[in-house]
């Protein structure tokens, strides 16, 4: 398997055809995957907003005072209000805002950007990023499309690429009812490909300033497994929400 970067891709606009910017500067193999991080998916579609598209209500100026008691510094209630309009469901308030996406996501501050936004104070992701990767997937004419995101883990430093929307292939491979190298067969073992493939793209892609949105995955072989596209969890099976549910910081 073989990892590239698509080079000297310009500053992305709003309204700009992410598609044929990219298609311009890489000729696309039968099977690759293209991984577009979600930034520039965001720019494309008009995702840059400022503070005041966001006027502050009661909850909102409520969250920003604790958080700023919390953390000793000022707090703009207009971006707590942005992180209120982009979630549907506020999972933590304090010490930082945990919340899941309109898309199902869970991330800090709804995924909201505030570096690298000309135009604007926040970069919001994008509404439905797996409509997005399938739009750029017929403009580019690609087998595979996978839109990334950068965030944190629980119980780990530190932040990994993950995928938010994909096309062309399913989320997981499904590994259930095979058998390991002794014979026993496997019941829990379901592998989350498209983050695997948002992982490995960002290690080509890089960070910061010298940072590449979109990078070309060659040779990744899906294999002959079943496929699933569950990545998000629903809350009946995710434990670890339902506990946050009854969770206050009391820091």
């Known amino acids: 398997m073989e990892l590239f970067a698509v080079p000297d891709l310009p500053e992305v606009k709003p309204g700009d055809d992410l ?45 920003a005072a604790r958080l700023e008691a919390l953390a000793g510094e000022e707090k703009d209630p207009r971006f707590a209000q942005a992180v209120l309009e982009e979630s549907t469901e506020l999972l933590m308030e304090a010490p930082f805002l945990l919340t899941e996406t309109r898309f199902g996501h869970v991330s800090v501050n709804a995924g909201i950007d505030r570096s690298n936004v000309p135009g604007g104070d926040l970069l919001l992701l994008p509404k439905r990023p797996s409509e997005s990767a399938e739009r750029l997937r017929g403009g580019l004419d690609a087998d595979r499309v996978v839109v990334t995101d950068t965030c944190g883990r629980p119980f780990r430093h530190g932040q990994r690429g993950v995928a938010i929307g994909w096309a062309g292939l399913p989320a997981s491979r499904d590994w259930r009812g095979e058998r390991d190298r002794d014979g026993r067969e496997l019941t829990a073992t379901v592998e989350s490909v498209v983050d695997e493939l948002a992982a490995a793209s960002n290690l080509v892609a890089g960070e910061g300033a010298g940072g590449t949105p979109v990078t070309v995955v060659r040779d990744f072989d899906f294999g002959d497994h079943a496929g699933s596209d569950e990545l998000f969890r629903d809350v009946e099976s995710d434990f670890v929400r339902q506990a946050l549910r009854g969770w206050r910081y009391e820091g």
């Open 19 to 63: 598609a044929a910017l990219v298609g311009a500067r890489v000729d696309l193999a039968p099977d690759d995957v293209v991984c577009v991080a979600s930034t520039v998916v965001s720019k494309a579609e008009g995702r840059v907003k400022t503070l005041d598209d966001f006027p502050a209500g009661p909850r909102a100026r409520e969250i």
